[in-house]
T-cell receptor, first 112, second 114 residues
């Protein structure tokens, strides 16, 4: 069982639709990050959330850190084909500060 | 250009034949780590290093070794590869292991063990 579970695992939507990806854990995290990975490349950081309840916006992407610091969500408004990719949450657990954990990943396809 | 490089990008080998995957970063980062990526499992940390001569096990260290003799290099060694180590491997580095540090990833090494 992975420490960070993401849902859904796969998502295929039409251009212009909205979507939400969830990242859940039973553990408390000091911070959570969201990365996006394109085929043949390594993950690239999108955002870091640090404070429980924090909301950050990056253009059409909205990221939220749960109040209890155990979960996070990524909401995309009016998805575009360029949003296609693998989305990964990741974080540093509060009680094991040096080890980095990644989520199981959500593969998003936006159809033109 | 700031980057993390890995070599080789692709490798096909046979069970038991020792191999090394190199990783180098030019950003003077202290923290480096190795991950493997398998479908449905995301990335799992194999080993990480907080600084020169300081390494520690991640989630899935069995069958792997690492060393950190220089700050810029962090090779991954498979002494006796087995088919279950067939995977996509990523090296990453960050300035530190603070909770807001960005990890920069290499392009990946696709390893197949026959």
């Amino acid at each position: 069982t992975q420490l960070l579970e993401q849902s859904p695992q796969f998502l295929s939507i039409q251009e212009g639709e909205n979507l939400t990806v969830y990242c859940n854990s039973s553990s408390v995290f000091s911070s959570l990050q969201w990365y996006r990975q394109e085929p043949g490349e390594g993950p690239v950081l999108l955002v870091t959330v640090v404070t429980g309840g924090e909301v950050k916006k990056l253009k059409r992407l909205t990221f939220q850190f749960g109040d209890a610091r155990k979960d996070s969500s990524l909401h995309i408004t009016a998805a575009q084909p360029g949003d296609t990719g693998l989305y990964l949450c990741a974080g540093v657990r509060r009680d094991t500060g040096n080890q980095f954990y990644f989520g199981t990943g959500t593969s998003l396809t936006v159809i033109p | 250009e700031a980057q993390v490089t890995q070599n080789p990008r692709y490798l096909i080998t046979v069970t038991g034949k020792k191999l090394t995957v190199t990783c180098s970063q030019n950003m003077n980062h202290e923290y480096m780590s190795w991950y493997r990526q398998d479908p449905g499992l995301g990335l799992r940390q194999i080993y990480y290093s907080m600084n020169v001569e300081v390494t520690d096990k991640g989630d899935v260290p069995e069958g792997y070794k690492v060393s950190r003799k220089e700050k810029r290099n962090f090779p991954l060694i498979l002494e006796s590869p087995s088919p279950n180590q067939t995977s996509l491997y990523f090296c990453a580095s960050s300035l530190g292991q603070g909770m807001t540090d960005t990890q920069y990833f290499g392009p990946g090494t696709r390893l197949t063990v026959l």
